[in-house]
């Protein structure tokens, strides 16, 4: 892949649409313009003109040509903006295609460019793909707050008091009888547990970035009719999964999309696990359904507290199998507008059952999920209103090493070893470095921006 090629995108989503953009970035921006459009246009100025492929009129729309730097790339750019659908854009890229020098975009190529020519950094440029992407409004909010560099201000600052320390620790090393005060009063120490507080903030609002940005996957398991796809229909607001009080009726998974407290969730359904499946049908969507619950972040594990639940001993050491002891688990004690199965009320008091958080629902009164709600919140971990930024694991993973290297800093400082002290706070701001693209390389940037939308 190479800057200096020009290249060109259809920018808008493909399919049935009023308009689609094409987009080219680079030198021959110009001769973009002066091929298709047949004019040489002045800058930020739009004309309404026909799209030639050769002398054949392809489309007519608005050109518009924004000079480097002061375009998204930061390089000469013109667009296109033709009519949508899934023909016209694509006779209009072919045609800006046949011009020398102009070949397809990669994805995320436009952004890349953004962030290369110093256009956005590197939180701003992955914020762009967040927020096309966002699956809550919260999620869209966080990734405009990257996008405006919130994220990239906040990690500044910590970088910026680094330095400050660094700078004194090697003006001490340098001049050790002119820096006394500075360590004599072990304000040294004081001030990398002061950072590393920051650190830590920092990290717990990446964190919180990242869940708004990836969702959260929640599978619903359980016997066989008690009551899962009712609990998912009830959460979607209509009617997606079948529901009978047939035993084995949800044979494949269905997924659907919803928020609970800001957060995109994603909510699945599942085949009841039983060891005896009615057909091979049921038993393909239990495998699918154990398939699922490798992959969930909370498990809802659904008893049908009014019935007997021979099964339900059997579910659990069966998901205990596939997770461990280590799941977010929930149990569910689904049907509680019925009267209470004395069995199994007994069952779920026993040490297997009573160590999870048990919460009664009921799918058949109109605040049977109220409570279920407020604990799905909980468990997912609330997310402020403000503040948020959205976050990459990379991110998390960045700041992590950042606050380890400040903490082997303190100890290189408890050891009286200024030098390694100094190392370490170097290789502390080196990962900060990563995460706003100060220091980056070819291969992180090929990771991050293969994920983006081509066009972007
Ligand atoms: N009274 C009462 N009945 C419920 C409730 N939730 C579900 N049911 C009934 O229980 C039966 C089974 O419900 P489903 O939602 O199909 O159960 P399931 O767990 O998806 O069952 P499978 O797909 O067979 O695994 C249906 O007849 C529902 O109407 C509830 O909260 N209260
Ligand atoms: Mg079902």
Redesign the pocket.
Known sequence: MSCEDTIAAIATAPGRGGIAIIRVSGSKALDVAKNVCHIIPEARKAYFRKFYDGQSIVDEGVLLYFPGPNSYTGEDTVELQGHGGNVAPQRVLSSVLKIAGVRQAEPGEFTRRAFLNGKMDLTAAEAVEDLISAGSESAAKAALSSLEGEFAAKLNTLTDKLTTFRMRLEGCLDFPEEHEDFFDSGKAADDLHDLIAIADESLTTAKQGVKLNEGARIV?A????????????ALAGEER???????????DILSINIEIGGIPVTIT????IRDTPSDEIEAIGIKRAIEMLKKADLVLL?V?A?SPAPEAEHTLKRLKEIFGDNTNLLLIK?????PENKETAKLLNNPDFSQYKQIS?????PT?LDNLRAELKKALGEIPAEGVFSARRRHVNAIKETIDALHRSIEMLDLGDLVLCAREIAIAQDHLGTITGKVTSDDILGKIFSTFCIGK
């Not at 999964?241 to 044979?251: H, Y």
């Not at 689904?334 to 019925?338: A, E, G, I, R, V």
């Not at 629902?361 to 009164?365: E, R, V």
């Open positions: 619903l359980g016997s066989p009719n008690a009551g899962k796809s009712s609990l998912l229909n999964a079948i529901v009978t009080n047939i035993p084995g009726t949800t044979r359904d599942t085949a009841g659904m049908d009014s689904s049907k509680s507008d019925l629902s009921s799918t058949k009164n049977g």
